[in-house]
C-alpha cells in the first residue's frame, strides 16, 4: 500500500523572503564596509607597527651596546666577554673534572667568494687520558647559538678513546670572523664555514678525523664530509636537518638515499 504525499495547502507554503532595492544596497554598503575597513586596519597596522620595531629595534641596540660596550658599564646587567669564557671554563670543569683543558688560539685568514676573512679562531683540545699521542682525533661542531662548551657533560667519557678538538664555527662562542658574515646560517656561510674547518685542520696539522656535528653543525659536517673526503674518517651527525626522521621504514629509506647522494654512504 502506498501513501503519496498530501500537497500543503498554498497559506501554508514557504515563501522566499524578498530583500527590497534599499536593504540591499544597504547589505552591499555593509559589505563592502567591512572587507574595505579590515583592509585599512591592516593597512594601518603594518604601516604604523613597522615604523615602531625599527624604533624599538635601535632603543635595543643602543641599550646592550651601553651596557656591553661601555668602559664604565654604568648598567651592570650583562656578562663582559671575560666573564663568560671564564663561566665556560666553570661548566667544562664541572661536567667533567677528569679532562685536562687546552684553549687554542690561532688567527686564520680564509677566502670566501673574492673576500679575505680573518678568523681569530677558538678551540678547546682535550687529550686522550691514556696514551693522547696514538689517539684519533675526534672533531666536534656544535650548532647554531651554541658553542664548543655545550658538549662538557659527555668530554669525560670521551675522553677515554679520543683526542678531542672543539671548535668555535665563526662568529659563535670565542672565534670571531673580520668583518663579520652577513648571514651565519645560509647556504653562503656554509660555504665558508667548509673552507674554514679545512683551514683549521690544516693549521693544526690534523690532515684526517672523526668529526661530530650537532644541529646546524650536523649540517655542516654533512657537506664537508661530502666535499672534503679525505678529512674525514668517520662522521657522526645528532640531530641534524636535511636527514629525514628514521621514526619508520620510509624514513629510514629517505635518509639513506640522502647519506647516498651526499656521498657519505659509498657502497650499497
Known amino acids: 500500500m502506498c501513501v503519496g504525499?498530501?500537497?500543503?495547502?498554498?497559506?501554508?507554503q514557504m515563501q522566499p523572503p524578498r530583500q527590497s532595492n534599499a536593504d540591499l544596497a544597504a547589505s552591499l554598503v555593509a559589505a563592502f564596509t567591512f572587507w574595505f575597513g579590515a583592509l585599512f586596519l591592516c593597512i594601518v597596522k603594518y604601516v604604523l607597527v613597522f615604523p615602531l620595531l625599527v624604533i624599538s629595534g635601535a632603543c635595543v641596540d643602543a641599550f646592550l651596546y651601553v651596557c656591553c660596550?661601555?668602559?664604565?658599564?654604568?648598567?651592570?646587567?650583562?656578562?663582559?666577554?671575560?666573564q663568560l669564557e671564564q663561566l665556560e671554563d666553570e661548566i667544562i670543569a664541572r661536567d667533567s673534572p677528569g679532562v685536562t683543558v687546552e684553549h687554542t688560539n690561532v688567527m686564520l685568514e680564509v677566502v670566501h667568494q673574492g673576500c679575505r676573512y680573518q678568523v681569530a679562531t677558538h678551540a678547546i683540545r682535550i687529550p686522550r687520558k691514556t696514551d693522547p699521542d696514538s689517539a684519533e682525533v675526534?672533531?666536534?661542531?656544535?650548532?647554531?647559538?651554541?658553542?664548543?662548551?655545550?658538549?662538557?657533560?659527555?668530554?669525560?667519557g670521551l675522553s677515554n678513546s679520543y683526542n678531542i678538538v672543539?671548535?668555535?664555527?665563526?662568529?659563535?662562542?670565542r672565534t670571531k670572523v673580520m668583518p663579520p658574515l652577513r648571514d651565519p646560517c645560509n647556504h653562503s656561510a656554509v660555504?665558508?664555514?667548509?673552507?674554514?674547518?679545512?683551514?683549521?685542520?690544516?693549521?693544526?696539522?690534523?690532515?684526517?678525523?672523526?668529526?661530530?656535528?650537532?644541529?646546524?653543525?650536523?649540517?655542516?659536517c654533512i657537506y664537508f664530509a661530502h666535499r672534503y673526503t679525505h678529512r674525514v674518517s668517520e662522521l657522526i651527525v645528532m640531530?641534524?636537518?636535511?636527514?629525514a626522521p628514521t621514526l619508520s621504514n620510509y624514513g629510514a629509506y629517505l635518509a639513506f638515499v640522502f647519506k647516498y647522494v651526499a656521498g657519505i654512504i659509498t657502497t650499497v
Open 166 to 173: 672543539l671548535l668555535d664555527l665563526p662568529g659563535y662562542g
Open 239 to 243: 640531530d641534524s636537518p636535511g636527514i
Open 138 to 156: 675526534l672533531l666536534i661542531i656544535h650548532g647554531t647559538a651554541a658553542s664548543s662548551t655545550c658538549f662538557s657533560e659527555i668530554l669525560d
Open 191 to 220: 660555504d665558508f664555514n667548509l673552507l674554514f674547518i679545512d683551514t683549521f685542520m690544516e693549521s693544526c696539522g690534523c690532515p684526517r678525523a672523526r668529526v661530530l656535528g650537532h644541529s646546524w653543525g650536523a649540517y655542516n
Open 5 to 12: 504525499r498530501r500537497a500543503m495547502p498554498s497559506q501554508y
Open 69 to 82: 660596550s661601555s668602559t664604565t658599564r654604568p648598567l651592570r646587567f650583562f656578562p663582559t666577554t671575560q
